[in-house]
């Protein structure tokens, strides 16, 4: 088993990784409205760690946008490569994320985070940050708040209210079905809010979580189970 490494030169401490978020940040491209919902592909990313062995394992699931059938799976273990520092998590976890995308043979269309994009204390979270070094549209779909305040939207499926951070709209909490608690969308890159809402809405027809985010989950989880039990035992990781 390959275990993704840190790349040489990644940010080591929390000025550096700020540094490369300020100069990344300048790259991001919000005037675009994105592909069109239930078109194409869309590709949902998550990842499960195992921080006592300093394992991350990534795994990035194509779907269908009209029909939400998978249509391709691709998976990746690494080193975790950064400390848990809030508005930081992207650090931990892109050099694995990427390698399970670029495993990838199908085009993966909109890439789908389960974290956040603009609705991060510096406007650069994983979507947008994935956005830019990918170059590919990404929007965030995170299930808990962050470093902003809202409004509980309507009960009904697709009532949403504003994110707002310092009085912009960094997003929206988004009701996905009625009667359960929201979703919190933001743009990553090369995508409208609208459009991505609209996407998020198409990937949610039963759940309070987009399907992309189900099948990455479920599949990050057993990719870092398979690691650890290929290792012979925890404690030979």
Not at 53 to 76: F, G, K, M, N, P
Not at 93 to 98: A, C, N, R
Not at 126 to 132: D, F, K, P, Q, Y
Request: net charge negative; proline share 7%; with cysteine.
């Amino acid at each position: 088993m390959t275990i993704i490494g840190i790349p040489a030169g990644w940010p080591a401490d929390e000025d550096a990784a700020r540094d490369v978020q300020r100069e990344l940040r300048g790259r991001l491209v919000l005037g675009e409205s994105g592909p069109p919902p239930g078109e194409g592909h869309v590709t949902g990313l998550d990842v499960a760690y195992d921080d006592e062995h300093d394992l991350v394992a990534a795994a990035a699931v194509v779907l269908d946008a009209r029909t939400l059938d998978v249509v391709e799976e691709a998976t990746a273990v690494g080193r975790v490569s950064f400390p848990y520092v809030p508005g930081l998590l992207a650090f931990r976890e892109i050099p694995t994320v990427l390698a399970a995308l670029d495993s990838l043979s199908a085009d993966p269309g909109l890439l789908v985070c389960d974290g956040y994009g603009l609705a991060h204390p510096r406007r650069f979270g994983l979507a947008s940050h994935l956005g830019v070094l990918t170059g590919r549209p990404s929007i965030g779909v995170a299930k808990n708040p962050f470093t902003f305040t809202y409004e509980q939207p309507g009960d009904a499926r697709g009532d949403f209210t504003p994110l707002l951070a310092e009085g912009e709209e960094v997003g929206r909490a988004l009701r996905t079905q009625g009667g359960v608690k929201p979703v919190y969308v933001s743009v990553g890159h090369r995508v409208s809010l609208d459009n991505a809402c609209a996407h998020t809405l198409l990937l949610s027809p039963r759940y309070r979580v987009p399907e992309t985010t189900r099948h990455a989950d479920s599949l990050c989880r057993r990719a870092l189970k398979e690691a650890q039990e290929s290792l012979g035992s925890l404690g030979s990781v």
